[in-house]
């Protein structure tokens, strides 16, 4: 079974350049691609950042339940699509979905085991310069995810894992190092004894035989 990791953060801390880190440095994980209703930035290819769809598509799709989650985040709707866990475990590989925090909760209740891992600016004055260089906002939309930062953080505890991106390399190793280690305490214990206990009984077979 494939392990879920959702990774969240306020808006500019760094969590695209994080997640994509994550999925060049570590092996058999595959990114769910969300669905948004807001348009393409920059070089924002559709199907690759997002698939881009239409407000229309998009509550045609909530109404067929096809989504694991989906939120309103600042007039624009974004939703992971059921079809990723399918495709994971199909693919036999784990699951990263970069979510926003709303999105995040919601899964949590449907898929209890997701490992949540939460990503932080180091303060709100960092925060705020990175939104600001990515000139990607207004001044009112740089206020109101500002804003929101100051809530979204007050439900940490809501998270596995907080990692505060100071460094960008660091929090990127320390990433990678939270997926393995969760893979490997995953593993069931009863997986890594079923062999050995096979060498046992091939032991004990072949000595009840030559008696």
């Known amino acids: 079974m494939s392990t879920v990791f959702i990774i969240s953060a306020p808006s500019g801390s760094g969590k695209s350049t994080l997640v994509s880190r994550l999925m060049e440095g570590v092996e058999g994980l595959t990114f769910s691609v969300s669905y948004t ?4 930035r920059g070089h924002e ?6 698939h881009f769809i239409d407000r229309d598509d998009f509550e045609r799709r909530v109404k067929a339940n096809e989504f694991l989650e989906h939120a309103e985040v600042f ?4 939703g992971t699509h059921s079809d990723a866990l399918t ?13 926003d925090v709303q999105g995040a909760a919601q899964l949590k209740e449907r898929i ?13 004055e960092i925060l705020e310069m990175r939104l ?3 000139g990607q906002d207004s001044e009112d939309v740089i206020r109101r995810r500002l804003a929101d930062a100051a809530g979204e953080i007050r439900n ?4 596995d894992y907080v990692l505060v991106n100071n460094d960008l390399n660091l929090a990127a190793e320390t990433l990678k190092s939270i997926v393995r280690a969760e893979r490997v305490r ?3 214990v009863e997986e890594k004894l079923k062999p050995i206990l096979a060498s046992f009984e091939k032991h004990k077979d072949s000595t009840a035989s030559g008696a």
């Open 75 to 78: 007039g624009n709707y974004y």
């Open 45 to 50: 290819i559709n199907g690759q950042a997002y």
């Open 112 to 124: 209890p085991d997701a490992v949540n891992i939460f990503i932080l600016a180091p303060s709100r």
């Open 37 to 40: 209703t807001r348009k393409p």
């Open 87 to 99: 495709i994971a475990a199909d693919a036999q590989k784990d699951l990263v979905l970069d979510i």
């Open 186 to 188: 995953r593993v069931r």
């Open 156 to 159: 940490y505890r809501l998270y």
């Open 132 to 134: 600001r260089a990515r």
